[in-house]
């Protein structure tokens, strides 16, 4: 039985045995007055507490519940008990909530809740980022009133969600894949993610292939029919020889771009560039200088001038290549008697490397796409003189694991600087030079051109 009950019955019991106590003392008057009192008292009592109750439960505060340690004791105190569990399971509850909504928040990709008839019910900031929206203001509207691409609103009004819809977004290049992921009743959730990095780089793989396909293609189908040619027609030892010359022109073609594509290949998964191996300048560019004479076979002044007082920290084997393929352009791409200058100064932030030329030049417009694979202003200017279009692009990967950067400038007809720029922290103070050596940069540069 309920204790309250049963407290209010002993409490009876007891008003009624004392107050049969009172009526064989006193008489039955005297006892039916003292157990109607016990009887108004026990009522005054229960009603002030049901008062107390209604007041608690009406109020605005349920935090002090109403305190009786008599009939009512244990009913408040059950209610006090519930009141307190319930605040604590809404704070769980609410701090549940805070924590899932920070976690969505700082998801990477895009969530949107929707109702049952798509509208707003809540979002992320990469969904607000990625569809231009503004959840403090949005929510409660219909999504495709906001997000109105005609290929969004078809698909959210298709019900079939089993595919992804790729969604080009109006402004800027930026290319989303988006779901929706029907939960609940009948919500939905829209989750977007941001792939135009990820379609960049297929398009560029695409590009590559395709590329280096085409690339390799040309030399292999002149070099099959020149093999036909031998083999089907009778040819004398002399044109015999032509042909066979001129199938290793192809056949060295082939070996040049393989050779190339594996040099930035490994660039591209080398693990990063020494910072604690010296490159001694001055010695990699007397080397460079006596390579460019070689491919310039006299036809132009070669003139080196080392005025840096630094060497390089990093890889020698790339930065000879870079240096190199610079060098071998600028033999390349200028006429008979121009000149080439290797020149290796102090900058203001650290050093750089310039080739300059008086040669062809390069229109301004195809400055910035040189460095990409297989780019060439002039195809088969770039053929004849043996190039693969892939110099640049070593260049550039080689620059960039030294933290070096690449400066263009060129004048149509005139000439081109090719300019490397080593930030400080990629320098060292030059090795001394051995005592045979001319010690400051003029001397050397006079040197250099006496040569
Ligand atoms: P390639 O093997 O064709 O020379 P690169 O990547 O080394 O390939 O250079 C890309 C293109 O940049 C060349 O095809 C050429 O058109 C242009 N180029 C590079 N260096 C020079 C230069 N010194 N003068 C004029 N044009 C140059």
Known sequence: MEPLVLRTLLVLLTAATASLAVSALLGAGSGWAVFSCVVVVLLAHHLRQLRALRAWLQGADRGAVPEDDGLWGDVFEALYRRERDAAQREQELALTLTRFRETVQAFPDGVVVLDAVNQIVWGNVAAER????DFSTDAGHPIANLVRQPDFVSYLASGDYARRLRLRLPRGETTLSVTLIPFGESQKLLHSRDVTQAERV????RDFVANVSHELRTPLTVLVGFLETVRELKLDPSQRRDYLNLMETQALRMRRIVE???????LESAPPAPTDERIVISRLLERMRAETDVLSAGRHQVVLEVRGPFDLLGAESEIASA?????????RYTPK????RLIWEATAQGAAFTVADTGIGIQPEHIPRLTERFYRVDRSRSRETGGTGLGLAIVKHALTRHDATLEIESTPGAGSRFIARFPAQRLVPAAPMPATAVADGDSQLMRNEAA
Request: aromatic share 8%; net charge negative; no cysteine.
């Open 130 to 133: 990625h569809f231009d929206l």
């Open 202 to 205: 297929e398009a560029v793989r």
């Open 260 to 266: 190339d594509l594996l040099t930035l290949s490994a």
């Open 323 to 331: 240096f190199s393929n610079l060098a071998s352009n600028a033999v």
């Open 337 to 340: 008697g121009g000149e080439v």
